[in-house]
T-cell receptor, first 116, second 112 residues
Framework: SAVISQKPSRDICQRGTSLTIQCQVD?????MFWYRQQPGQSLTLIAT?????????ESGFVIDKFPISRPNLTFSTLTVSNLSPEDSSIYLC?????????????FGQGTRLTVV | DAKTTQPPSMDCAEGRAANLPCNHS???????VYWYRQIHSQGPQYIIHGLKNNETNEMASLIITEDRKSSTLILPHATLRDTAVYYC?????????????FGGGTRLMVKP
């Protein structure tokens, strides 16, 4: 299994500013992902965080708005830039392939962002 | 990945079995059925997965119809802590990093 820690757990930010969310996994994992969960909605994949290279973004998400870093196999950050009230959501980090062939994806507790 | 259809909400009495249905009529032969749940204010949690045989673990049982077009997640003795949103997900290859596409899910309310 894997334990995923996200920081901060919640934040209130002014519009126009940025928030960087950290994701730490307690073991080396092959795959890390970032999801967004808008109020009352399901989860939507933002991007795959690739170690040592640029993240792979899903349709509708761009690097300028959601820059992602992954310097090693246990850590990733997501920045939400130029914040607007529409960015108010829960952002979740996920780790996959914790062990070869492992069917489970593990999730952090999420970061609740409110933009005012 | 194939699309899934789930009822938006269900109620279940505490101590009774909760049976959560999922339709995946366009599922392909190499696609697995996964179930996750999300308890309020937490990240999703893996429950169980299967290809074509019924599966059981310490959390739940998964019943997949013979034609694989639908499945049912069974929580044998639901407790109040099982109140959550349950997601049925179909995906091609569970070795592909476990990137997940979430649908609307079923909001299960377990009542005393």
């Amino acid at each position: 299994s894997a334990v995923i820690s996200q920081k901060p757990s919640r934040d209130i930010c002014q519009r126009g500013t940025s928030l960087t969310i950290q994701c730490q996994v307690d073991s080396q994992v092959t795959m890390m992902f970032w999801y967004r969960q808008q109020p009352g909605q399901s989860l939507t994949l933002i991007a795959t965080a690739n170690q040592g290279s640029e993240a792979t973004y899903e349709s509708g998400f761009v690097i300028d708005k959601f820059p992602i870093s992954r310097p090693n196999l246990t850590f990733s950050t997501l920045t939400v830039s130029n914040l607007s009230p529409e960015d108010s959501s829960i952002y979740l980090c996920s780790a996959g392939q914790v062990s070869p062939g492992s069917p489970e994806a593990f999730f952090g507790q999420g970061t609740r962002l409110t933009v005012v | 990945d194939a699309k899934t259809t789930q009822p938006p909400s269900m109620d279940c009495a505490e101590g009774r079995a909760a049976n959560l249905p999922c339709n995946h009529s366009t599922i392909s032969g190499n696609e697995y059925v996964y179930w996750y749940r999300q308890i309020h204010s937490q990240g999703p949690q893996y429950i169980i997965h299967g290809l074509k045989n019924n599966e059981t673990n310490e959390m739940a049982s998964l019943i997949i119809t013979e034609d694989r077009k639908s499945s049912t997640l069974i929580l044998p003795h639901a407790t109040l802590r099982d109140t959550a949103v349950y997601y049925c997900i179909v995906r091609v290859d569970y070795n592909a990093g476990n990137m997940l596409t979430f649908g609307g899910g079923t909001r299960l309310m377990v009542k005393p």
